[in-house]
């Protein structure tokens, strides 16, 4: 079992300061969750930087609940009702997202706003190398999850009833302009070098053109959950960053796996692919392309540096929740201490394409 498997799998007691009244939710969902018939058992999942994660255990039917993180927030973090409209309205369309059952916006409640969802069964996989599997499976557990992100930008958006989602056009500029802010409006996370010439480069260097798809933001292996035993995707999990934007943006951060160090990450670097039965880059993109009706990426290397920047920026807000005493995961610290290890990776992308 992989180092990250062993962290963050599972579920333990709720953390200190991340409490639940189990009165309140449980009268809560009594009026508001169909079919709910306790007592309520709480316990809280090891995963899960941002917003915090439990499990809801009953006699009958387990669900699972996310919220907001107690404490002081940045704007616009912490979607919750977002997360819940986006889940719902594409669970509606076939795609394997879970069951939802409530949203709260009464804070009074448990302290913050939540959504209740179905607990799906099956694995989640914490390790892109996929440690317990054939050669064979993993070439099916990767052709799965490129299946799934394909199925996702090939969503009508209009049909989803999510026309109003995001804002069309213009999704990097608006996404650099974005995290470019985060960065710099949180001093308690400090400054990185790399960083500061990322947010000065990457706006005078956004490729030209543009498409409209729902973007699920952070798809990766460790949010989805695989069937107990089969390389199927069940349920893509972690909705928080989702929007309408540029698919290739979402596709491009989860080909990411394949420039990112293991360490710390699901990064497939310094692997052997092809012994493990793992696609090449080359062969995954062929593979998404021509699911989604495309001939290639250009300027694949310009949306890797964005992305990575993008995911240094998450990090390094996750380094402010540190320094402010709110993150959400006992690991968090550990996982902070990599921004100038993204920043720095982003920056060598950007340089493939002249910077």
Not at 22 to 38: C, F, H, K
Not at 193 to 205: A, G, Q, T, Y
Not at 311 to 340: D, S
């Amino acid at each position: 079992m992989s180092e990250r498997q062993q962290q963050f799998s599972g579920t333990g007691e709720v953390r200190t300061g991340q409490e639940i009244d189990p009165a309140r939710l449980e009268a809560w969902m009594t009026e508001n969750v169909e079919g709910y018939a306790g007592p309520l058992t709480i316990r809280q999942f090891n995963g899960g930087q941002s917003n915090p994660t439990y499990k809801l255990v009953t006699p009958k039917q387990n669900y699972v609940l996310r919220r907001k993180p107690p404490g002081v927030l940045l704007p616009s973090a912490h979607a919750v009702d977002r997360e819940y409209r986006v889940i719902t309205a594409l669970h509606a369309q076939g795609f394997p997202a879970p069951r939802t059952f409530g949203l709260c916006k009464d804070d009074a409640v448990i302290g913050t706003w939540f959504y209740i969802m179905d607990c799906v069964d099956g694995r989640v996989i914490w390790d892109a190398t996929f440690p317990d599997a054939t050669p064979d499976t993993r070439a099916a557990y990767f052709d799965a999850m490129n299946q799934t992100i394909a199925d996702l930008h090939m969503i009508d958006v209009d049909k989803a009833g999510l026309t109003d989602f995001g804002k069309p056009g213009n999704y990097f500029a608006r996404q650099i302009a974005r995290w470019s802010r985060q960065y710099i409006e949180d001093p308690d996370a400090g400054r990185v070098p790399s960083m500061d010439k990322l947010v000065e480069w990457l706006p005078n260097n956004i490729p030209v053109g543009d498409e409209i798809s729902v973007v699920h933001g952070d798809y990766r292996c460790d949010n989805m959950i695989f069937h107990p035993s089969e390389p199927k995707v069940l349920a893509v999990l972690d909705w928080e960053l989702s929007t309408i934007g540029h698919p290739l943006a979402d596709f491009s951060y989860h080909l990411m796996m394949y420039r990112m160090p293991p360490t710390g990450t699901t990064g497939l670097v310094g692997n052997d692919l092809k012994a493990l039965g793992i696609p090449s880059e080359d062969e995954y993109v062929a593979a998404y392309c021509r699911r989604t009706g495309r001939t290639g990426i250009p300027d694949l290397d310009f949306y890797v540096a964005y992305n990575m920047f993008r995911l240094a920026g998450i990090i390094h807000g996750i380094r402010g929740r540190v320094v402010r005493g709110t993150a959400a995961n006992a690991h968090a610290r550990k996982t902070a201490e990599g921004v100038e290890m993204l920043a720095d990776l982003a920056w060598a992308q950007a340089q493939k394409v002249g910077a």
